[in-house]
């Protein structure tokens, strides 16, 4: 006899082969020589007077198989079959797909934030059937958003963010998910698992960059953390910013992943400057970077110098004859180039006389005698 019988139809994939002699044999003679199963690697023993063949995997769906077993096998008496003996079966796939492993495995506590979630079938799933539809991560108010993959036997869902801290996530293989053969699960497969952040935070990116030259006087510094930090140990004790002589006064603010360093007044031209970000700065889940994370910079001016304000006022009329005329810059100007050069008063027929002087951001031109009465004139201030 044999097993499956010749002809059956519907032998289930994961079916070993038998075939069962009319005396006992001699076991070395039974083997993956002469009994054979097409299209099938497997492993041949024998017991009793019966040889059994087990496929190394499961057998395909839909399909003839013919097993064979040929004239090498012998009796105790050294007597071999008269001829081969074959007989041909056909396969379905009634076997459910199960789950065999999960990562991280249920109830698991102290996952890492940044954990991928992944599961293993018992066997080759069809691709367009595990998404996230069929496989999904929830915080036990939502689901979380993420991307699945599936590769052999595995499905892995990558959150698209760092998984909160402190928390307890389900996940839910649904009856959706369906083996090459079409068959479910017998029902959804679900676990869980608590998290832990323990994942330190770093600086990820500094403006202006570590070595940059050049650095606009009026920049602002930033430093961009890989997660979200605790606002309130953002301030001027765990952000500074020196000039070699000491730490420059401003003021600290922080929003969504960045913090920014605004100097009170415009840094320093030509100046290198060294920013710090300590280790006092925290993440959400109380975690601090490994070491403080230092970078340094240069500065240079290239902010064009303005008139911000003048005395008397342009357009103005009634200015008295003694008047003083004077300008204020927007910063501190060099004072050999303010002068009678680059700072001129005249009337309708020429310059007049004068002179000049400067302190602070001011200069004041001072005319040589009384401005004439009823008179308009005109102030320059060149590029000079």
């Not at 003839?64 to 396969?91: M, Q």
């Not at 400057?273 to 910079?297: C, E, K, Q």
């Amino acid at each position: 006899s044999t097993n499956p019988a010749n002809g059956a139809a519907g032998v289930a994939i994961s079916s070993s082969i038998n075939a069962t002699f009319s005396e006992s044999m001699q076991t070395s003679t039974i083997n993956t020589n002469t009994f054979t199963v097409s299209n099938s690697n497997g492993t041949v023993s024998y017991s009793g007077t019966t040889a059994t063949f087990v496929p190394s995997s499961n057998l395909s769906d839909s399909t003839t198989y013919t097993a064979r077993i040929t004239t090498g096998v012998k009796d105790s008496a050294g007597n071999a079959l008269a001829a081969d003996y074959t007989w041909s079966f056909s396969t379905v796939d009634t076997t459910l797909p199960i789950i065999i492993a999960t990562n991280p495995v249920n109830e698991a506590t102290g996952v890492a934030i940044t954990s991928a979630i992944a599961v293993t079938f018992s066997e080759a799933m069809q691709l367009s059937t595990i998404n996230t539809n069929t496989f999904t991560i929830s915080d036990g108010k939502d689901n979380i958003s993420g991307t699945v993959s599936y590769s052999d036997t595995t499905a892995t869902f990558i959150p698209s963010n760092n998984l909160f801290d402190s928390t307890t996530y389900t996940a839910i293989i649904t009856t959706g998910a369906r083996d090459l053969s079409g068959n479910a699960m017998a029902s959804d497969y679900t676990w869980s698992f608590t998290t832990v952040d323990t994942t330190l935070p770093t600086v990820i990116s500094a403006s202006p960059a570590k070595g940059a030259t050049g650095v606009a006087i009026n920049s602002i510094i930033t430093a961009t953390f890989s997660e979200t930090m605790q606002p309130s140990t953002m301030n001027t004790h765990t952000f500074l910013v020196s000039d070699g002589s000491g730490k420059i006064s401003g003021t600290v603010s922080y929003h969504g992943t960045t913090a920014t360093f605004t100097s009170t007044s415009n840094l320093s031209d030509s100046t290198t400057y060294t920013a710090r970000i300590t280790t006092g700065v925290r993440d959400l889940a109380g975690n601090a970077m490994a070491s403080d994370y230092t970078w340094g910079f240069t500065t240079g001016d290239f902010i064009a110098p303005a008139v911000s304000s003048t005395s008397p006022v342009n357009g103005a009329t009634g200015v008295a004859m003694n008047s003083a005329i004077a300008a204020t810059f927007s910063e501190a100007m060099q004072s050999l180039t303010i002068n009678t050069n680059t700072f001129t008063v005249s009337d309708v027929r020429g310059k007049i006389g004068g002179t000049v002087s400067n302190s602070g951001t001011t200069a004041v031109y001072t005319p040589s005698g009384s401005l004439s009465d009823s008179t308009t004139y005109t102030a320059r201030i060149n590029t000079g």
